[in-house]
């Protein structure tokens, strides 16, 4: 079974502000989900890494302050950056208004889409979201959503995902390595797009190296 250290953490994800403790952390949880081999483990590391800005982020930021950044984050939502000044600089109206009516939220009004902004390694979004999660690892995250953005329960939560959407799967489909189109197909389950797949690739080769995939 595979065993990550604070030190592996310290050299490969920089950014980490503890890394003894996610090391540990992650020692505890990831054997719950079956990732347990050397690439899936530096499959799961290189992508949460990534999302979570090396383990130092595990609440969205909806702290805007140029209708520009806004219209480039939500196109539709802000065309050109229209219509973006109630919500610069007012993290609680933007995220009711761009999560409102969206994955089991209620309307603008209902205070969900703040709610139940991302958060955790994979940053989970919405009451429905919230839900399943809530079910499978055994919070109350319908009532205490903050506690998603727990250490464990980030972790938890994101190694649930990774579970439920078969990637230990991807991460052994070459012989020890993912295969590239593979690597791609994990990284759109993951984000919904191939936001810094260079980036989660190159981590990816660094942590295989070091665990010895």
């Known amino acids: 079974m595979v065993s990550i250290t604070g030190q592996l953490l310290r050299e490969k994800l920089p950014q980490c502000q503890d890394p003894d403790g996610w090391a540990e952390t992650l020692n505890q949880v990831m054997p719950e989900f079956d990732i347990t081999t050397p690439s899936r483990a530096a499959a799961f590391i290189a992508q949460t890494g990534i999302e979570s800005a090396g383990f130092s982020v ?3 930021n909806l702290f805007f302050t140029t209708a520009l950044r806004l219209g480039k984050v939500w196109p539709s939502r802000f065309p050109g950056g229209a219509n973006a000044a109630a919500y ?29 902004r991302g958060r955790g390694l994979l940053q989970i ?8 999660v809530a079910k499978q690892i055994g919070l ?6 903050e506690m998603l953005g727990e250490r464990a329960n980030a972790a938890r939560s994101a190694a649930y995902f990774w579970q439920a959407h078969h990637l230990n799967a991807l991460a052994d489909s070459g012989a020890g390595h993912p295969r590239e189109e593979d690597f791609v197909r994990m990284t759109m389950i993951i984000n919904g797009g191939k936001q810094a797949l260079a980036q989660r690739e190159a981590l990816f080769a660094r942590l295989s190296a070091a665990l010895g995939a």
């Open 58 to 60: 595990l609440e969205e």
């Open 88 to 116: 610069l600089r007012n993290p609680e109206a933007l995220g009711n208004f761009v999560y409102a009516n969206r994955m089991g939220n209620g309307d603008v009004t209902s205070g969900d889409g703040f709610r139940f």
């Open 140 to 145: 109350p995250l319908q009532d205490k959503p």
């Open 125 to 132: 979004t919405g009451r429905t979201n919230y839900g399943q």
